[in-house]
């Protein structure tokens, strides 16, 4: 089954998904070791604490994000990525935003909307929606705890902030969780843009199906790219 899955992976052609080049399964079925191509400037985490970029380009890695979660949510059955943080985004040469680690060494799930590549709730806590806490098979059936995560992503990435800043332990980061509390209220964005303020905040309804697709998403942040664009030529 994991081979199965792990050749329909190995299809999938984007320029901000990490391609799969290749794996590794032991004779008992028990490891599974991926290849890809090794990446020079690291995840995105460490590439914002080195880099230090614009503003601009902050939102252009964003926008190579959400490009790449697009196109796993629109694929057929959809792909959920299920552990969406900026340690598992890593920047190429060109310095382009790609999606990596899938989780495939560990399963690949079917479930009623498409192939999860997370295994079970073992993602990052601090991005965790609400759904996932009372997802008590584990079946991470839902495309959009991907949409909460990916808001949690742009948050860390605009503001050097991890989702719930103020929590310093999982006791405190679960209640807040479960309690429908966002990661961040959305004025802690430096910028005026009041259309990628709103659309963080749809990303963390507590209501799965009232939050915006991938695709939606890239619309917002291609309008946000270019008024930035705009300002950066005006000198605004």
Same mark, same amino acid.
């Given at each position: 089954?994991?081979?199965?899955?792990?050749?329909? &992976?190995?299809?999938?052609?984007?320029?901000?998904?990490?391609?799969?080049?290749?794996?590794?399964?032991? =004779? $008992?079925?028990?490891?599974a070791?991926?290849? +890809?191509?090794?990446?020079?400037?690291?995840?995105?985490?460490?590439?914002?604490?080195? #880099? $230090?970029?614009? &503003?601009?380009?902050?939102?252009?890695?964003?926008?190579?994000?959400?490009?790449?979660?697009?196109?796993?949510?629109? =694929?057929?059955?959809?792909?959920?990525?299920g552990?969406?943080?900026t340690?598992n985004?890593?920047?190429?040469?060109?310095?382009?935003?790609?999606?990596?680690?899938?989780?495939?060494?560990?399963?690949?799930?079917?479930?009623p909307?498409?192939?999860? *590549?997370?295994?079970?709730?073992?993602?990052?806590?601090?991005?965790?929606?609400?759904?996932?806490?009372?997802?008590?098979?584990g079946?991470?059936?839902?495309?959009?705890?991907?949409?909460?995560? &990916?808001?949690?992503?742009?948050?860390?990435?605009l503001?050097?902030?991890?989702?719930?800043?103020?929590?310093?332990? =999982?006791?405190?980061i679960?209640?807040?969780?479960?309690?429908? #509390?966002?990661? +961040?209220? *959305?004025?802690?964005?430096?910028?005026?843009?009041?259309?990628?303020?709103?659309l963080?905040?749809?990303? &963390?309804?507590?209501?799965?199906? #009232?939050?915006?697709?991938?695709?939606?998403?890239?619309?917002?942040? $291609?309008?946000?790219?270019?008024?930035?664009? *705009?300002?950066?030529?005006t000198?605004t």
């Amino acid at each position: 089954r994991l081979a199965r899955e792990l050749r329909v &992976w190995a299809r999938l052609q984007h320029p901000h998904v990490l391609p799969l080049l290749g794996y590794y399964l032991d =004779e $008992n079925l028990k490891i599974a070791v991926l290849i +890809s191509d090794y990446q020079t400037h690291g995840d995105l985490r460490d590439y914002i604490e080195q #880099e $230090n970029p614009s &503003w601009a380009m902050r939102l252009q890695l964003i926008r190579d994000t959400t490009d790449g979660l697009a196109y796993l949510h629109g =694929e057929n059955p959809p792909i959920r990525h299920g552990d969406l943080k900026t340690g598992n985004i890593l920047i190429n040469a060109k310095r382009q935003a790609m999606l990596a680690d899938f989780g495939l060494s560990k399963s690949l799930e079917d479930g009623p909307t498409g192939l999860s *590549t997370s295994d079970g709730l073992k993602g990052t806590l601090r991005y965790y929606s609400p759904e996932l806490m009372d997802d008590q098979e584990g079946t991470g059936r839902y495309l959009t705890s991907d949409i909460w995560a &990916w808001a949690c992503l742009a948050l860390e990435v605009l503001t050097d902030r991890i989702p719930y800043a103020g929590k310093n332990t =999982e006791h405190a980061i679960i209640v807040a969780i479960v309690m429908g #509390e966002p990661p +961040s209220e *959305t004025d802690c964005l430096p910028i005026p843009i009041l259309d990628l303020r709103l659309l963080l905040a749809k990303c &963390w309804s507590r209501e799965p199906d #009232e939050r915006p697709s991938a695709g939606y998403c890239l619309r917002i942040l $291609n309008s946000a790219l270019s008024a930035s664009q *705009t300002d950066d030529r005006t000198g605004t």
